[in-house]
């Protein structure tokens, strides 16, 4: 789901690249000074090591504001007995990923997002894109130079966007009004209207 203000985020990080995530990583990987480029050369126990000192740091290490500043800690950790019942990494570390899947797909059934998503979304046609238009209420209307393809939305609104964009990003009309998306979603819009039930 969108946030409504995620326009002010990425006008401070810029994180809309509209390309794949490998893309995404190797493209900021560049930009990074290149020492960034050698982090992997330190083990983790030297890391904790060096970095353990900062949190009892007077002013901005979190350890301190247990003792000197009571603002700061209950914005941070909430109270004495809430910051007493954090456990030990030993205790919080994850279960294996086959773990967590088995357990996931239990609590939440999986999303249908209305295309074949055994496919990549390059190898999807334009009748394919169409069914995925229609399950979210809208059409394809063909695709555009570049990454770019034309859509409209159930309201009618045209707007262009990427299939990564709509497809993997659960991104769509951008006119809507994003507040008041419970009361403009229609049955048409499957999609959406799956994770309203």
Known sequence: MWFSDSDI????????????????????????????SLAFLAPAFAVKRVMKPYAFEK?????????????RFRAYYGSMAEYERIKSWDDIRPDEPEKNA?????EFPPLNHGWDESKDITELTDDELSEAAAFRGGKFL????????EWECEHGHRFK????????GGGWCVEC???KWTE?????NRFVSQLKH
């Open 9 to 36: 985020l990425e006008d401070i990080l810029h994180f809309r690249a509209n390309v794949p995530v490998d893309e995404y990583f190797t493209q900021l990987k560049k930009r990074l000074p290149w020492f960034y």
């Open 59 to 71: 002013g901005m290490g979190t350890q301190t504001w247990v003792k000197d500043d009571p603002e």
């Open 102 to 106: 088995v357990k996931a797909a239990s």
């Open 142 to 149: 063909g695709r555009l130079e570049g990454t770019m393809c």
């Open 161 to 168: 966007a990427s299939l990564e964009y709509v497809l993997l």
């Open 177 to 179: 009004d994003l507040d």
């Open 184 to 188: 403009q979603v229609t049955p048409a």
